[in-house]
């Protein structure tokens, strides 16, 4: 039952959680510190008289299994890009796998026999069970860091890919091995069932994930044009994949045999197709809210959680001082099993590739010392039966009290400790300074900036809004600091040998041309077909840029992109197009680029070009025009040939597109109208409906 104390600790928790973001700042510490530190004065106020109704709060293995993970995995895996996974799919199933595998044995037999030295006899099981819940990673704290210090973008894929990953295989693998605890090892046996359980888990868990993720995917598709129960549907899918999973795997037998499914795998796999191949699906205005939204609910979970564990600290029955040894062994013990398990399999890894995929030494400092734990370890070893008894068993305390305290221990180490120190050692490796690139985009983005406030600051003048003193003090102000950058950018380009210049200006133009696309597919004015087969194509540009190839791909499909061409081949197959539908899907297509090509010509253009020609190179500039002029023109041709081919196709087509023109000006205008209050509620919901406003 729950009580209001229980309730009123939780909301006070998150207001804390909530405070502590900005506490973080001024200290200069990282949030998940700061939150387990609050969790162990939570614990140390609940052992007091005055606040003895703090121990209501508390969290049972179910909530944080079947309510938090779900929003963890979901969150994790919806905003990871499949395409760059698949760039880096084979460190990352190396990290997550084999070095899982490695670590958790290595952690199994280093405290097996660590413990064994100093007189406590473990059992092999239990040592192996503690090396397979500490071993999976988790990635919230780390990758905040990693961003906010500047850590390498590839650096910080592969270890959120590892971390998503080694969470699913970690966790099947410590089921099987709870299993076999509980049930008793019988030899050989015991091994090739725990292997086929693994096996099983895994494999299943993947069918049955893609099952969910295309069935839900296609249900958000149909329920697009409701915002709400697009939102919904997310929600379904993390839970519904869940649950099913573990209700399938309690309750389903095929003949003798449990159907085992893993459901972290299936929610993952899931949540990755529904944030790549179904992302597209979700209605453009809701699709902002669907990211912020579980973008909250993870920092509420995590909060919560990290606070727990500061709380779980105080609770650890340390009976008399006989785990603080081990506690100590256990995060040693952990730290080197991760350095051993990282260093040999990356050192292999790295002499079957090429160069340019090659993982650097310093790369592979930052994901030994980087691997911070928290909510997972936590919830699997909530998980172990608390009256669980071993034979033999001489500890005064249970075992599972004793896996507690080393997690506990090994997860305060990892946060007081590794997160504490990231920074430092990123700046000890020099992975945080800036690109060549970086320099020149920071550059000229402080140009571009001090340039468009002198321009607003003008026009505040004119119009009165501010006095001529302090007209004439910022203006001057913003002039100098524009004049610095454009100087850096010059004596920049005088130094380097590369036309940086030219691969940034070709960046922003591919991000103006991405915005000016998501606004035509927000409006229907291009279909999901076409729209997808542009993002694919501005990608692969994009990728292309950042490894210096400034030569616009012709490629028409993202051959990385591995959903949508699944899902393209078996289209093809089940309902080949008309040709009707090819020269329709065609002139939007080449509609679109011509529209976005535009765009991009016409914010080249807000510069003067004295003022562009500081900014950007002359060369760059001039090329980068004339390259988007002649995607314009290009692409204007062919909808004029498609045009005299199919008249009559191409006349429906500019009707409609006219029509949507229309509702996008009535939508805009009413949406002023009502924010103005020149209209009621009621009337804004009644022309809503007249003018067929969504």
């Known amino acids: 039952m729950l009580e209001l104390s229980t ?37 140390l106020l609940s052992t007091t008289e005055s606040f003895g109704f703090l121990e209501s709060f508390h969290l049972t293995p179910e909530i944080l299994f ?62 192996l069970l503690f090396g397979a819940l500490i071993s999976a990673t988790d990635p919230v704290a780390v990758l905040a860091l990693f961003k906010e210090f500047g850590a390498p973008r590839r650096l910080s894929l592969i270890f959120e890919g590892e971390s998503l990953f080694n969470d699913a295989t970690g966790v099947a693998l410590f089921l099987v091995m709870l299993e076999v605890v509980l049930v008793g090892y019988a030899g050989f046996s ?40 697009s939102i919904a549907l997310t929600f379904v899918l993390a839970y519904c994949t869940f649950l099913a999973s573990d209700f399938l795997t309690h309750y389903l037998h095929i003949g003798e045999q449990k159907l085992y499914i893993s459901a972290i795998i299936a929610t993952t796999i899931a949540s990755l197709i529904m944030g790549n191949y179904g992302r597209p699906k979700i209605h453009p205005r809701a699709e902002e ?24 600290f105080v609770d650890i029955p340390f009976a008399g001082g006989e785990v603080l040894l081990p506690i100590l062994l256990a995060i040693v013990v952990v730290a080197l099993a991760r350095a051993l398990s990282v260093y040999p399999v ?19 400092h930052l994901l030994s010392w980087g691997s911070l734990r928290g909510a997972l370890a936590v919830t ?59 320099r020149v985009a920071y550059e000229e983005a402080c140009a571009l900036t001090h340039h468009e406030v002198a321009d607003r ?43 940086y210049t030219h691969q940034v200006l070709r960046a922003y133009a591919i991000g103006i041309e991405a915005l000016a696309l998501k606004e035509l597919y927000q409006y229907g004015e291009v279909s999901e077909t076409t729209y997808k087969r542009i993002t694919g194509k501005l990608t692969l540009q994009l990728d292309d840029i950042e490894h210096g190839n400034l030569e616009v791909s012709q490629t028409p499909v993202d051959g990385r992109d591995i959903f949508e061409r699944a899902v393209a081949k078996i289209g093809d197959l089940l309902q080949p197009k008309t040709p009707e539908q090819q020269a329709a899907e065609l002139y939007s297509y080449y509609r679109a680029q011509s529209i976005i090509a535009r765009k991009v010509l016409k914010e080249l253009t807000k510069i003067t070009p004295e003022d562009a020609a500081s900014i950007f190179s002359p060369s760059a500039l001039a090329h980068v ?31 409609g597109f006219a029509s949507r023109g229309v509702a996008k000006v009535e939508e805009h205008v009413l949406e002023e109208l009502f924010e103005r209050r020149f209209i009621t509620p009621k009337l804004f919901v009644t022309l809503k409906e007249k003018f067929h406003v969504e």
């Not at 990290?95 to 100093?118: D, E, P």
Request: proline share 3%; hydrophobic share 50%; with cysteine.
């Open 457 to 499: 600051l003008e026009k505040f003048h004119e119009r009165g809004y501010i006095t001529p003193a302090t007209y004439k003090k910022l203006l001057g102000e913003h002039k100098d600091e524009y004049q610095k950058a454009c100087l850096a950018l010059k004596e920049f380009a005088a130094d380097s040998a590369t036309d």
């Open 625 to 655: 025009t004339l390259t988007y002029t002649s995607f314009r023109e290009g692409s204007q041709k062919k909808m004029d040939a498609i045009a005299r081919e199919h008249p009559a196709l191409t006349e429906k087509l500019g009707e």
């Open 289 to 312: 809210f669907v990211d912020r939204l579980w973008g909250q609910l993870a920092f509420i979970v995590n909060s919560v959680v990290f606070i727990m564990v500061g709380i779980l």
């Open 346 to 364: 990356v050192g292999v890894y790295n002499i079957f590739v090429g160069k340019r995929q090659h993982i650097p030494r310093s790369w592979q």
């Open 190 to 229: 015991t091994v090739l069932d725990g292997v086929v359980t693994f096996t099983l888990m895994i494999v299943n868990g993947i069918i049955f994930g893609t099952l969910c993720g295309v069935v839900f995917a296609k249900a958000v598709q149909l329920t697009r044009e409701s915002e709400q129960a």
């Open 380 to 438: 699997l070893v909530l998980l172990i039966p608390s009256d669980l008894n071993l034979p033999g068993w001489t500890l005064e305390i249970s075992p599972r009290d004793f896996l507690l305290a080393l997690t506990i221990g090994c997860i305060f180490f990892t946060i007081f400790v590794k997160a504490t120190t990231i920074q430092g050692l990123m700046n000890f490796l020099k992975l945080n300074r800036m690109t060549d690139e970086e």
């Open 66 to 127: 079947y309510v938090f993970l779900p929003i963890l995995i979901f969150e994790s895996a919806y905003n990871i890009s499949a395409r760059k996974l698949a760039e880096n799919a084979l460190p990352i199933t190396l990290l997550a796998i084999v070095s899982l595998l490695v670590s958790t044995v290595l952690i199994g037999f280093g405290l097996f026999y660590s413990l064994g030295f100093i007189g406590i006899d473990l059992p092999l099981m239990i040592a």
């Open 7 to 43: 309730l009123l600790i939780a909301v006070g928790t998150l207001a804390l959680s909530s405070f502590a973001v900005f506490w973080a700042r001024s200290l200069r510490i990282p949030h998940t510190v700061l939150l387990v530190a609050l969790g162990v004065v939570i614990g």
